[in-house]
């Protein structure tokens, strides 16, 4: 994208700091996009712009599949409607239609519509690395550099998480055609990781961290040795637990434990992880994954969509385990919807209202509070809050917006996530650089039609 100018600051009306709503505040940013002081507006502000309306933090999204943004809403047929197993043979198939040049435009279309919609930073949970017959492209990396080269054209923030995907089973099972291009061994899986940390390693936008498709794809063995590249470079890391009875089963076949209780008692699981969905999990294990300090990736729309099931959310929060919200398979974009599916699963198992408050006295509030710090920590990133040496990635409100009419503060959060949601959304502002002005992004016009011919050649 055409690089935008990092402002020195934005002048705030009304604004949602770490310690609580504010009026008349100054947020001043330097040169890197970070936030170097908060304090009251004076007479020497009066250059730096105002914001045109309530400001809150990004949010981070910490569970993206890209490329299954192409595939939204073409799973519903009935032949699909058996759940998760079903589903994933639509996905395989479009999976293994797309190149690297469709992949561009398909993550570049979701990340600006993602950052329309409040999110400032994805972590991409990345496993299609070779060609579709799994021969690996001429450069390294060719698919990861795409979605790296999508964040940079979009302006959103990247946790780029390439995935060691080496079996197609419990027990070391042998990919499926269909798997193919996802397969790495150990040591090409290093050799990525280190192509693409030397890649990015000047870009603080964009940094790599590890992840593993799930206990089904990699071997104990495998897993640890990619845990150990995680701690000796601090990264984080990221896997796919315990979505579904299916996969609960054959773990307990396979290594003679539940998934999130044998990752518990095998690995220093510590505030680095991040365990996407951990939806069927027993209460002791839901109390221990909370004690760990491991972030629960939830993507409560997918989830939804999957039939996967619902996470304990009461006995984890209250166990003070931290969560975060995710998009996955991008059914939804609007990260208020993944709070609201959250709250309201919780409701219609449970019969009253109100169960995720977080502590706080507003449900929406202490949802939305609760999902920016455990999306900070998944990915890695000094986000989620408004607050000195935290990046400046901003949030603008619409005050006209018909539904947030008469509100404030947090009485005006409760109804953007439990009513007005993403199309509230005004403004949005990553490390300083307003990347969504009234809505649009600088690059609608090129993105749109690069994803309708991707769109186009997939389909066809």
């Known amino acids: 994208m055409s690089e935008p100018t990092i402002e020195q600051g934005l002048r705030c009306s009304h604004v949602l700091l770490a310690d609580g709503w504010a009026s008349d505040q100054t947020v001043l940013f330097d040169p890197q996009g970070g936030i170097t002081g908060v304090s009251d507006t004076t007479d020497a502000d009066a250059a730096l712009p105002l914001a045109r309306g309530p400001v809150i933090p990004g949010m981070a999204n910490l569970h993206s599949h890209a490329f299954q943004y192409a595939m939204a809403g073409l799973a519903e047929k009935t032949e699909s409607a058996g759940g998760f197993w079903s589903w994933r043979d639509v996905m395989y198939r479009i999976a293994n239609r797309i190149d690297p040049d469709s992949f561009v435009a398909i993550a570049a279309q979701l990340y600006a519509d ?90 603080p936008d964009i940094r790599i961290g590890i992840a593993a498709h799930s206990l089904r794809a990699v071997t104990p063995d495998q897993l640890a040795e990619a845990a150990g590249i995680a701690k000796a470079t601090e990264m984080p890391v990221h896997i796919h637990v315990a979505e579904q009875p299916k996969e609960v089963a054959d773990c307990m076949a396979n290594l003679g434990a539940r998934p999130v209780a044998w990752l518990l008692d095998n690995y220093a699981v510590d505030d680095r992880w991040c365990m996407v969905h951990a939806t069927h999990m027993t209460p002791d294990e839901t109390v221990a994954l909370a004690k760990s300090g491991a972030v629960a990736g939830l993507c409560p729309t997918t989830e939804a969509n999957l039939g996967d099931g619902i996470f304990d959310a009461p006995r984890f929060l209250d166990s003070g385990g931290a969560f975060g919200i995710g998009t996955d398979s991008h059914i939804s974009l609007d990260p208020t919807q993944e709070l609201r599916l959250l709250e309201y699963g919780q409701r219609l198992t449970q019969g009253r209202r109100g169960i995720l408050g977080c502590g706080h006295a507003h449900t929406g509030t202490g949802l939305y509070l609760a999902a920016l710090s455990g999306g900070a920590r998944a990915l890695g990133r000094n986000m989620g809050a408004i607050a000195v040496g935290h990046r400046a990635d901003l949030v603008v409100l619409d005050p006209d917006h018909p539904l947030l009419a008469g509100r404030s503060r947090d009485v005006l959060l409760d109804s953007f996530v439990f009513s007005a949601g993403a199309s509230a959304v005004k403004d949005v502002i990553v490390a300083g650089r307003k990347v969504i002005d009234g809505g649009a992004h600088a690059e609608d016009a090129a993105l749109k039609p690069a994803f309708q011919d991707a769109m186009e050649t997939i389909s066809g």
């Not at 930073?121 to 450069?139: I, M, T």
């Not at 080269?149 to 390439?162: F, K, Q």
């Open 114 to 203: 993602m950052l329309r919609q409040g999110y400032t930073a994805v972590g991409e949970f990345h496993y299609l690395h070779h060609a579709p017959d799994g021969r690996p492209y001429d450069a390294p990396g060719t698919m990861s550099l795409a979605a790296i080269d999508a964040a940079r054209r979009t302006g959103i923030a990247l946790t780029h998480l390439p995935v060691l995907y080496a079996h197609g089973g419990f027990g070391g099972e042998p990919p499926g055609e269909d798997q193919r291009r996802f397969i790495h061994d150990v040591d090409g899986y290093a050799q990525l990781i280190d192509t693409l940390s030397g890649s990015v390693a000047d870009d």
